[in-house]
């Protein structure tokens, strides 16, 4: 079992620990935590013992560990130390190898990688002295996320979010077992819906979230590839290591995803409307015009054209979201988009905005019948079943 030391900072963004700490041990991690002085001003020492099953530790001065340097056996038994919430003030005390309480002594002892999760006020990250900080870390071995950009609870909107849990594990994952066999290789995905437009203010749209092809995208970046990931509309932020391109309709998705060919292998996770309305209004369609009647006209049928297409990558992976008789429907699916891979599920539950998916394999060679998992997990293994095939 994998183990990391978790250093729990000082910031309202502590509250995300429990999570991060829940999805760790679902992933079969094993977690210590460490929580600053600063910390327990927003979570317990209480709460993360009962989530982690383990001591949490506060203080340098506990005589008991401290007889034994605990201090020292704490940085040197875990695989990985992990910084989150990792603020500003703490940052800059890692920069500076200042060792004046628990945390900043463990991780100037400690021989093993550092992953540093930031957290803090958009200026606080825009600072100079805050963009030294992290440059120093990073050329000093440290990995520093990229924080998300959204609203913050200060008021303030911009870059200086702590990425979400998922995101967080993933790249805990990726430090513990670093697999890349994919580095070299160019990886388009396309996720989340597409909305097609009736009249300025309405459209068709379906109840993807994004999750599994956001999660591909990203396991696909931590073993290495470059990838380009071409999303509709989801309130999701781009995964560390890939290149996103913003889309709203089917026909810009068709465009982009034939603009960002090349490829070795293309993953086609979106759930793209399959009609679009023919002649959208162009002013807001009023109530007491009474019901229109909308003509609905196909779309591009994307996944078919880059397995047909002169630059066919070498891998095309086409998803299908089924209500019923789903493994049937995907294998036909298969044959007629001539796609290699088909990765089926049933949606008639939550899985649809949800975290967790239980998907079927549909290959040349038959059917793999996956079990239920976060989409991070199936992300992962659809990750190496495509390393194993390259």
């Known amino acids: 079992m994998k183990r990391i030391l978790l250093i729990v900072g000082g910031g309202i963004a502590a509250y995300k620990s429990c999570e991060l700490i829940r999805l760790c041990r679902r992933a079969g991690i094993e977690v210590t935590c460490v929580l600053t002085e600063g910390g327990t001003h927003f979570v317990t020492p209480m709460t993360l013992a009962a989530l982690s099953e383990r001591q949490v530790y506060t203080t340098l001065w506990d005589l008991k560990d401290e007889a034994e340097m605990g201090h020292i056996q704490l940085s040197r038994q875990a695989d990985l130390v992990v910084v989150a919430p990792a603020t500003a003030d703490l940052l800059a005390r890692m920069a500076a190898g200042v060792a004046d309480d628990l945390a900043t002594t463990l991780l100037l002892a400690t021989d093993k990688p550092v992953l540093a999760a930031p957290a803090m006020n958009v200026r606080m990250w825009q600072h100079a002295a805050t963009r030294r900080n992290v440059a120093t870390l990073r050329a000093d071995g440290v990995t520093v996320l990229e924080p998300d950009e959204g609203a913050m609870a200060c008021g303030e909107y911009g870059p200086g979010r702590l990425p979400e849990p998922p995101a967080i594990l993933a790249a805990i994952e990726a430090a513990l077992a670093p697999d890349r066999r994919l580095e070299g290789r160019h990886i388009l995905v396309t996720a989340g819906p597409t909305h097609e437009p009736i009249d300025p203010v309405r459209y068709i749209a379906n109840r993807s979230s994004g999750k599994q092809g956001y999660a591909i995208a990203a396991a696909c970046a931590?073993?290495?590839?470059?990838?380009?990931?071409?999303?509709?509309?989801?309130?999701?932020?781009?995964?560390?290591?890939?290149?996103?391109?913003?889309?709203?309709?089917?026909?810009?998705?068709?465009?982009?995803?034939?603009?960002?060919?090349?490829?070795?292998?293309?993953?086609?996770?979106?759930?793209?409307?399959?009609?679009?309305?023919?002649?959208?209004?162009?002013?807001?369609?009023?109530?007491?015009?009474?019901?229109?009647?909308?003509?609905?006209?196909?779309?591009?049928?994307?996944?078919?054209?880059?397995?047909?297409?002169?630059?066919?990558?070498?891998?095309?992976?086409?998803?299908?979201?089924?209500?019923?008789?789903?493994?049937?429907?995907?294998?036909?699916?298969?044959?007629?988009?001539?796609?290699?891979?088909?990765?089926?599920?049933?949606?008639?539950?939550?899985?649809?905005?949800?975290?967790?998916?239980?998907?079927?394999?549909?290959?040349?060679?038959?059917?793999?019948?996956?079990?239920?998992?976060?989409?991070?997990?199936?992300?992962?293994?659809?990750?190496?079943?495509?390393a194993d095939a390259l």
């Open 222 to 386: 931590a073993m290495g590839a470059r990838v380009t990931l071409v999303s509709g509309p989801v309130a999701l932020p781009a995964p560390a290591g890939t290149t996103r391109i913003e889309v709203e309709t089917a026909r810009e998705m068709a465009a982009a995803v034939e603009a960002a060919l090349p490829a070795d292998v293309a993953i086609m996770v979106a759930a793209v409307a399959d009609w679009r309305v023919e002649g959208a209004a162009d002013q807001k369609l009023k109530k007491s015009q009474g019901a229109p009647a909308l003509s609905l006209v196909a779309n591009p049928d994307i996944l078919a054209n880059v397995a047909s297409s002169p630059a066919r990558p070498r891998l095309v992976i086409g998803f299908a979201a089924e209500t019923e008789r789903v493994v049937e429907h995907a294998t036909a699916k298969r044959t007629a988009k001539r796609a290699d891979w088909i990765v089926a599920n049933d949606v008639s539950g939550d899985v649809m905005g949800g975290d967790a998916n239980a998907v079927h394999l549909v290959t040349d060679i038959g059917v793999e019948t996956w079990p239920a998992a976060s989409k991070a997990a199936v992300a992962r293994r659809l990750a190496e079943r495509i």
